[in-house]
């Protein structure tokens, strides 16, 4: 039964677990405690947060962990873009993004969401010259690998923007985190997101990288915790956990990848041998993390739509998705395939498959003879 939506979620590994488990049965202590169990616990967190930071090159205390993305986005938007005040996106973000650009700019921030390019990310000259035009900037906000498409931002370069202009540059790593190493001050970047679900670790946490000097409002007040930014007992195992998953990601991260290219490719070749010129592939492959693949199929004649195609796969064992822009069960395309420029109907049918660590050449041999079979069902 292949399982061909990392994107979505991954499994927790094993290793990952054991790591967590003393701290969800023995090791129970609030990291905040003054006696033996809290400081074990603190003890913990720390070293947690110590092999976090080791891994994006950067301090410790710049690490604030958070309960998972969107709230590691929102703090980040909602932390730095005062009244007043504008912040630069894109079409193309995910919706923790977007939603809360939303609400900032029902709140009376200016909010300008650029266009992506062909390849679906946005060009450094496009905003360069946005900024340019533009007073007040306080954040860009722009995700490093789409997770839809896989497209890759070249973030040196719209950070670098960013600064031009004076603002900070916050990018959302949650599909790149683990699977690409992730060097902060090589990026250029004053904020990033991370979320541990995504890569083998437990769902429920996550961080924010706050570069220094960044003046950040805290989004969850309470507690001391996390330098005051973020109100809250800690999530012990979790944070255990995230740093586990992030060491276990790095050590394989040439052998997984290498890998996940090869059988991408291979899903790839055999859906275009059966299948022709029949779909559109979003995914730029030169230009993208390597395990997502995202196709689109053009009415043929009639439209087809992508919950038709999910549910079809689900009967024939196979888990992929149609990107986020099925969640809510309704038939809107996708708002990235949207911006890409494809075509409503077209944009509307999109198959992700996103592959992992586990995923063999029999999973997606599997998955595009059952593609197959489900669209000879479906087109008419
Ligand atoms: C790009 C991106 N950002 C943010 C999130 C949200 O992360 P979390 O599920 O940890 O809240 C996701 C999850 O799908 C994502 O893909």
Redesign the pocket.
């Known amino acids: 039964m292949p399982y061909l939506d990392h994107?979505?979620t991954t499994p927790l590994h094993p290793d990952v677990l054991e790591a967590m488990l003393p701290w969800l049965q023995g090791g129970f202590g609030n990291a905040s405690s003054l006696h033996r169990d809290g400081r074990r616990a603190r003890g913990a967190v720390e070293d947690a947060r110590r092999r976090i930071a080791r891994h994006l090159n950067a301090e410790p205390a710049q690490i604030v962990f958070t309960s998972?993305?969107?709230?590691a986005?929102n703090l980040a938007l909602r932390g730095t873009v005062g009244r007043g005040q504008a912040l630069v996106t894109s079409e193309a973000e995910?919706e923790?993004v977007l939603k809360t650009a939303d609400a900032l700019e029902a709140d009376g921030r200016t909010v300008v969401r650029l266009r992506p390019d062909d390849a679906g990310a946005v060009s450094p000259a496009l905003l360069a010259r946005t900024l340019a035009a533009m007073p007040r900037v306080a954040l860009l906000s722009l995700?490093h690998a789409n997770?839809e498409t896989g497209v890759l931002a070249d973030l040196p370069a719209l950070a670098a923007a960013a600064h031009d202009a004076g603002a900070l540059f916050h990018t959302?790593a949650?599909?790149s985190a683990g699977l690409l190493p992730i060097d902060v001050q090589a990026l250029g970047v004053d904020l990033l997101?991370a979320?541990a679900?995504?890569f083998y670790g437990p769902k429920g946490v996550?961080l924010l990288y706050v570069a220094p000097g960044v003046d950040l409002d805290p989004l969850v007040t309470g507690g001391a915790q996390e330098r005051g930014r973020r109100g809250g007992t800690e999530n012990v195992a979790g944070i255990v956990g995230m740093a586990h998953a992030l060491d276990l990601a790095a050590a394989r991260r040439d052998e997984t990848n290498a890998r996940l290219l090869a059988l991408r490719l291979r899903l790839l070749d055999r859906l275009t041998e059966a299948l022709g010129g029949r779909f559109v592939l979003n995914t730029p492959l030169h230009r993208s993390i390597p395990s997502v693949l995202n196709l689109a199929f053009p009415p043929n004649p009639s439209p087809l739509d992508a919950e038709m195609l999910i549910l079809g796969l689900d009967l024939e064992g196979v888990s992929a998705s149609a990107g986020?822009a099925c969640t809510s069960g309704a038939l809107t395309p996708s708002h990235v395939l949207l911006a890409l420029g494809l075509p409503r109907e077209t944009a509307a049918a999109a198959v992700r498959f996103s592959l992992g660590s586990s995923t063999t050449e029999a999973d997606v041999d599997t998955a595009a003879d059952a593609l197959v079979r489900v669209l000879a069902r479906v087109d008419r």
């Open positions: 994107a979505a998972g993305g969107t709230e986005d995910h923790a995700m997770n959302d949650v599909q997101t979320s679900h995504k996550g986020s």
